[in-house]
């Protein structure tokens, strides 16, 4: 059983930037895949960004380029750096694992995940 704590969400003005954490309680955290997602009202759950086992990284269009995954083994933490931030990156940002994704493209992939945060709301007004 693996459980998932996110933390970091708030407001900010377009062009800001925000830091989320996922903390993991798991022993072997550093054989899971995790990802990020995103859903706004309305909305389905979208990948963000996500970071394989073996640290290969993938991305959204959306994110590429303005978002950072990284994870941090020792301290079973998985991060998500948003810089350049938008009023349509608002959305309630949830966290994910899994171990046993494969493929790259798993990694925003909703359906590829079997543990999830509760999540954390960002709020991004222009």
């Known amino acids: 059983q693996v459980q998932l704590v996110e933390s970091g969400g708030g407001s900010v003005q377009a062009g800001g930037s925000l830091r989320l954490s996922c903390a993991a309680s798991a022993d072997t955290y550093s054989r899971l895949s995790m990802g990020w997602f995103r859903q706004a009202p309305g909305k389905e759950r979208e990948g963000v960004a996500g970071?394989?086992?073996?640290?290969?990284?993938h991305y959204s269009n959306s994110a590429r380029g303005r978002f950072t995954v990284s994870r941090d083994n020792a301290k079973n933490t998985l991060y998500l750096q948003m810089n350049s931030l938008q009023p349509e990156d608002t959305a309630m940002y949830f966290c994910a694992a899994d171990p046993q994704l494969t493929y790259v493209w798993q990694l925003l992939q909703p359906s590829s995940y079997q543990y999830w945060g509760q999540g954390t709301q960002v709020t991004v007004s222009s």
């Open positions: 970071a394989r086992s073996d640290g290969i990284t």
